[in-house]
DNA sequence: CGAGCGTTTGAACAGCGTCAAAACAAGTGG
DNA sequence: CCACTTGTTTTGACGCTGTTCAAACGCTCG
């Protein structure tokens, strides 16, 4: 990993302090920041780490996960540009972060959060805008974990995936692996699912890491 | 259902306001309120309805859930007494709740919290502790949803109410049905699980709505 | 005592997981 | 440019776990 500089201009003396220049975490809620570089597969933190930061994705992509004792993983979510990761309420990582791409991280100091928390209500609120948000996507997918069967979960995660690019193109930086881990699935069963939509028209599969969505009904329905 | 008196004494001029008494929404935060009793199966509010008061159980026990289209149920989370239950962030309520016995529900408006919030940063900062709690009991869950069996589902939920309750002896105030659709199991699965148990010397049965944990290490272990 | 639920139990079935092998993709070094 | 390696994805055969359907059992309450 390595520190980068945010833009093209050279760093000048009043948009950089020593905890680095306004960056956005929200639309309405900035704080003094600066942006890191990491490669495909890296670790940003680790489970049970200080959560001594919050981490906002400025480009590619990134998969938080969890391990239960005996090695099952499951990926709680797969964070996309202008997703914000690794805001805990304790002392620690609940989970670990890695990145799926190379990628680029907007990353704020907690305590500068804590901060602006302590004295901006407007502030606070956006904070809790933030985890409601989080905890409305969850609620989402824990339905799907629940209550759906295979060829239902790889839909819904198609779509919602189109939803967010707001595309029918869907680019995958995602292995099967994670997709399985993410949906509670196998990666065979996956695969299978993947391959029967595409037999079925449903879908289009270029290349692995790319999915056409050809019929939206039909996943809706599945 | 009806609304109930809160105490042993008469309300009086200095506890009781147009809004009610300052009631514990959490015990740093106090609001106006008033209590209401629910009877069991009782619908307290319903999915999609206005989300204008935010509530916490003072005795009983009330489940929140939410449907597939095709009939499919999810229960989201049981809630005892102490937990905080419909707070949302949008218009109207994402769930519905119903009361599992009969039950004292205290209720806030939400005007009432949304004006506190705006004023007091220390009462932002409890909200946001409220919504984090559920974030983190959800997401636990969902590691269970995604990559446990039915055994270990079973005992997780088991394991999770005797915590709550301090205690070996666990009260089920849910059927059957209501423990499969919150663990994403059947009726019959969660049954014969919970017999299986019985049979293993893991746990007891004395009667259906009662289950004491006889092995904590197997239940962990399942 | 009988009606109506909720729960338990059984038998058959199916969906998804497991295991294994083949196909494919992406590098790496000659 | 090709042979070789390594990791990912696909495909197939098979079996287990949990579902489905059906019936029996046991409460609780008229």
Redesign the interface.
């Known amino acids: 990993m390595q520190i980068e500089s945010v833009t093209n201009e050279a760093p000048t003396a009043t948009n950089v302090s020593p905890m680095g220049r306004l960056l956005p975490l929200t639309p309405n809620l900035s704080l003094p920041g600066f942006f890191m570089g990491f490669a495909r597969n890296e670790e940003i933190f680790g489970e049970e780490e200080p959560a001594d930061f919050v981490y906002k994705v400025a480009s590619g992509a990134v998969r938080t996960t969890?391990f239960?004792c005996d090695g099952?993983?499951?990926i709680?979510a797969f964070h996309l540009p202008g997703d914000v990761f690794g805001l805990e309420?304790g002392e620690v990582h609940?989970f670990s972060a890695e990145a799926l791409t190379n990628c680029q991280i907007m990353v704020i100091r907690r305590s500068a959060l804590d901060r602006a928390?302590?004295?901006?209500?407007a502030a606070?609120?956006e904070?809790?805008?933030l985890?409601?948000?989080?905890?409305?996507r969850?609620?989402e997918?824990?339905?799907v974990?629940?209550?759906?069967n295979a060829a239902e979960r790889v839909a819904s995660f198609l779509l919602k995936l189109a939803d967010r690019r707001a595309s029918d193109i869907v680019e995958l930086p995602m292995s099967r692996g994670d997709i399985a881990?993410?949906?509670?699935l196998t990666i065979e069963t996956v695969s299978r699912t993947m391959t029967q939509f595409e037999r079925d028209n449903v879908i289009a599969l270029p290349n692995t890491r790319q999915a056409i969505l050809k019929n939206r009904a039909a996943l809706l329905a599945a």
């Open positions: 969890r239960l099952r993983r499951q709680e309420r609940r928390v302590e004295r901006d209500c606070a609120r904070l809790w805008v985890t409601s948000q989080d905890l409305e969850i609620q997918h824990m339905l974990l629940s209550r759906k881990d993410h949906l509670g």
